[in-house]
């Protein structure tokens, strides 16, 4: 019944076609009623956000979104802020203003920390994640790092492979692009992991065919 009267309220009509649209009429009210809420919800953290983030509490935008709130670097000065009395509230009462949702900020402890070892950041590996078969994404990203690298003038393609000479030879031009396409890093989704993208050679060289056929490459100054 609740359900029923929040996804037919007429101010979630925009909720429930997009609900309907997506799956159909199985489970409607249901779906549409958790999209309510969740829309709810990310209202009330960006204004949290927006909170912390006036208040220096979020230092270089360092934070993480978890289920029920925001993870903030506990830093002495941070918690030295969190903590002054009268904080919390300030931060409530500014969601409400901002949202009109009554919700009640609190501080919540981990008691089970994990400490990272020293050496911890050189066994990171920053990767891209597309959807599998997305293979303009991964175009994408590719001009979006090594656009001032990849460039189209006049009818010709040059490529500036690391030593800040560029050829416009075609075969070392796709060689390079394919060459640093292969090292990118991209991983697409499969069913429930991560498959290798850019290491395949098949999808390295449908990405490196998209990258070479981007208008956006062209600079009509770059040779005369």
């Not at 009267?5 to 489970?27: I, M, P, W, Y």
């Amino acid at each position: 019944m609740l359900a029923c009267q929040v996804a037919t309220h007429a101010d979630h009509k925009a909720f429930l076609d997009n609900c309907r649209e997506v799956k159909g009429s199985c489970n409607l009210h249901a779906r549409t009623m958790s999209a309510v809420l969740c829309d709810m919800e990310n209202r009330c953290l960006e204004q949290l956000y927006a909170f912390l983030k006036d208040r220096k509490c979020i230092p270089g935008s360092q934070c993480s979104l978890i289920f029920d709130g925001l993870m903030v670097p506990d830093t002495p000065a941070v918690r030295e802020r969190i903590l002054t009395e009268g904080f919390l509230q300030d931060a409530s009462k500014h969601i409400y203003h901002a949202t009109g949702y009554s919700v009640e900020v609190k501080v919540k402890e981990f008691d089970e920390p994990f400490e990272l070892p020293n050496d911890y950041a050189g066994a990171i590996e920053d990767i891209f994640v597309i959807d599998q078969g997305d293979d303009l994404r991964a175009a994408d990203e590719f001009v979006r790092r090594y656009r001032h690298r990849l460039i189209k003038c006049k009818g010709r393609v040059f490529w500036e492979d690391g030593t800040g000479i560029y050829t416009d030879d075609p075969k070392r031009v796709k060689d390079g692009v394919l060459s640093t396409v292969s090292r990118m890093k991209i991983c697409a989704r499969g069913n429930d992991r991560l498959v290798p993208y850019s290491e395949n050679v098949r999808r390295a060289d449908d990405c490196t065919r998209l990258v070479l056929a981007d208008p956006s490459l062209e600079q009509p100054d770059f040779v005369e």
